[in-house]
């Protein structure tokens, strides 16, 4: 009942001499709800914790203008429903984190020698992008065996090389991403394949899991656009449910789980998705899908724009460094 009536006001809603059809206004309204909460698509309420929020960063001596942009802001803010003290506490959190785990040296500095040895084991690679700009993020699961995996890296590589990977993502990825689009991209859309997933090996490495996406969850908060689980092992439903527990439910509304990866090609365009997810994209002139890093990142425009961002970053860093010498 409810969806019809809203069928019809929405058909005879008209700009100029065309008529938006139902699909056109569905695209508008997800569009509207992708940006709002974003800079630039704030309500005077927004505008006002903002501002609150960047001074209470700023009053603790935490600021990093090379970071924490409005944008990187409002994602906090989003992630604890715009609550200004609840927002600078995980704020303050992640910060003390990034210095423990020492976030900006390993992005600078990491190395990662065993990327071939672990590849074979556990392949988790980006690959060009969804059809609302956002990188793809793949990981197969099915072949990761955890004493092999440890026999050629440590738990603890293995959370840095994930951390690089989530500083990769926001400092190259995601502007070269939202330069393209010409509308903040910020989010990635990931791609959990199961295949091959025994419901007893998903126990084994769900602790693994569950760390990896605590750092997602309280350390990048907001940066999950979608999240696809394809090829679900039998009685995951049963899982899913214990999962979706620890979850926060606005989380669990962009989890999908497909039985079948037909499904993805909605997001995805075929020719974008790797076959081993039943696209048509095997990047064969760049040594496969898994190593190619495909998208525009990974173009001599891209890197302009990751070189540009770097400088702009650094200039933003001293001026505001000048201005808190002045001031004092
Ligand atoms: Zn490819």
Same mark, same amino acid.
């Given at each position: 009942?409810?969806?019809?009536?809203?069928?019809?006001?929405?058909?005879?809603?008209?700009?100029?001499?065309?008529?938006?059809?139902?699909?056109?206004?569905?695209?508008?309204?997800?569009?509207?709800?992708?940006?709002?909460?974003?800079?630039?698509?704030?309500?005077?309420?927004?505008?006002?914790?903002?501002?609150?929020?960047?001074?209470?960063?700023?009053?603790?001596?935490?600021?990093?203008?090379?970071?924490?942009?409005?944008?990187?802001?409002?994602?906090?803010?989003?992630?604890?429903?715009?609550?200004?003290?609840?927002?600078?506490?995980?704020?303050?959190?992640?910060?003390?984190?990034?210095?423990?785990?020492?976030?900006?040296?390993?992005?600078?500095?990491?190395? =990662?020698?065993?990327?071939?040895? /672990? +590849?074979? %084991?556990?392949?988790?690679?980006?690959? $060009? #992008?969804?059809?609302?700009?956002? @990188?793809?993020?793949?990981?197969?699961?099915?072949?990761?065996?955890?004493?092999?995996?440890?026999?050629?890296?440590?738990?603890?590589?293995?959370?840095?090389?994930?951390?690089?990977?989530?500083?990769?993502?926001?400092?190259?990825?995601?502007?070269?991403?939202?330069?393209?689009?010409?509308?903040?991209?910020?989010?990635?859309?990931?791609?959990?394949?199961?295949?091959?997933?025994?419901?007893?090996?998903?126990?084994?490495?769900?602790?693994?899991?569950?760390?990896?996406?605590?750092?997602?969850?309280?350390?990048?908060?907001?940066?999950?656009?979608?999240?696809?689980?394809?090829?679900?092992?039998?009685?995951?439903?049963?899982?899913?449910?214990?999962?979706?527990? =620890?979850?926060?439910?606005?989380? /669990? +509304?962009? %989890?999908?789980?497909?039985?079948?990866? $037909? #499904?993805?090609?909605?997001?995805? @365009?075929?020719?974008?998705?790797?076959?081993?997810?039943?696209?048509?994209?095997?990047?064969?002139?760049?040594?496969?899908?898994?190593?190619?890093?495909?998208?525009?990142?990974?173009?001599?425009?891209?890197?302009?724009?990751?070189?540009?961002?770097?400088?702009?970053?650094?200039?933003?860093?001293?001026?505001?460094?000048?201005?808190?010498?002045?001031?004092?």
């Amino acid at each position: 009942m409810f969806g019809s009536s809203r069928r019809n006001s929405q058909s005879s809603i008209a700009t100029g001499s065309s008529k938006l059809s139902k699909k056109d206004i569905k695209a508008m309204q997800a569009a509207k709800e992708r940006q709002s909460g974003r800079p630039g698509h704030l309500d005077p309420g927004q505008e006002h914790k903002l501002k609150q929020f960047r001074a209470k960063i700023e009053e603790a001596g935490i600021f990093n203008p090379e970071r924490h942009d409005d944008a990187c802001l409002c994602r906090f803010l989003r992630a604890r429903k715009w609550d200004v003290e609840a927002a600078l506490t995980m704020f303050k959190d992640a910060e003390k984190w990034r210095k423990e785990f020492k976030v900006d040296e390993l992005y600078e500095n990491f190395d =990662y020698p065993e990327k071939e040895k /672990v +590849d074979e %084991i556990y392949p988790q690679f980006y690959h $060009k #992008q969804d059809k609302d700009g956002r @990188p793809v993020y793949i990981e197969q699961l099915g072949k990761l065996d955890l004493r092999k995996l440890y026999e050629v890296t440590t738990p603890e590589r293995q959370l840095q090389k994930l951390v690089v990977e989530y500083e990769k993502f926001q400092r190259e990825r995601l502007p070269v991403c939202t330069a393209q689009k010409g509308e903040l991209v910020e989010t990635s859309c990931t791609i959990m394949d199961l295949k091959n997933v025994g419901l007893s090996q998903f126990w084994k490495v769900s602790g693994y899991v569950q760390e990896a996406s605590k750092i997602g969850q309280y350390y990048y908060p907001e940066t999950m656009g979608k999240l696809y689980i394809v090829h679900p092992p039998w009685l995951f439903n049963t899982v899913w449910n214990v999962i979706k527990g =620890y979850l926060d439910p606005v989380t /669990v +509304d962009k %989890i999908h789980i497909l039985s079948d990866d $037909k #499904q993805l090609l909605e997001q995805i @365009p075929d020719v974008d998705l790797p076959t081993i997810v039943g696209g048509k994209c095997d990047c064969a002139d760049k040594g496969g899908c898994m190593s190619s890093d495909a998208g525009p990142w990974n173009t001599p425009d891209g890197k302009e724009i990751i070189e540009k961002v770097k400088q702009e970053g650094g200039e933003k860093r001293e001026k505001h460094e000048a201005g808190a010498t002045n001031g004092k």
